[in-house]
Nanobody, 122 residues
Framework: QVQLVESGGGSVQDGGSLRLSCVPS????????YGWFRQAPGKEREFVAL????????LYADSVKGRFTISRDNPSNIVYLQMNSLKPEDTAVYYC???????????????WGLGTQVTVAS
């Protein structure tokens, strides 16, 4: 069982930036894939970005490409999501997840954090 703890959410103005962090309770396996997802009220959970723990190979949703960056700090076991040029439509609860498949489908992930709220005001 792996627990994931997200932090870094908050409220910002349109165009602002936030950096989310995800810390697992155990050191990731080299084959692990970390993903960030988000869910707005009344909407389904949607893919944001993913990265392989060992070799990168990032993938982004079209809606965040060029604005968000997923990265990892291997020695510290932390996965980050740097979010720049935030828009009101980015408002959602953001979740970190880990699995073993390189996939944007949330069902491919085995463990999830409880989420952190991001609110972007217009």
């Amino acid at each position: 069982q792996v627990q994931l703890v997200e932090s870094g959410g908050g409220s910002v103005q349109d165009g602002g930036s936030l950096r989310l962090s995800c810390v697992p309770s155990a050191r990731p396996f080299s084959r692990s894939v970390y993903g960030w997802f988000r869910q707005a009220p009344g909407k389904e959970r949607e893919f944001v970005a993913l990265t392989r723990w060992r070799a990168g190979s990032e993938l982004y949703a079209d809606s965040v490409k060029g604005r968000f960056t997923i990265s990892r700090d291997n020695p510290s076991n932390i996965v980050y999501l740097q979010m720049n040029s935030l828009k009101p439509e980015d408002t959602a609860v953001y979740y970190c997840a880990v699995g073993e498949q390189y996939s944007s489908n949330p069902t491919a992930y085995d463990y999830w954090g409880l989420g952190t709220q991001v609110t972007v005001a217009s």
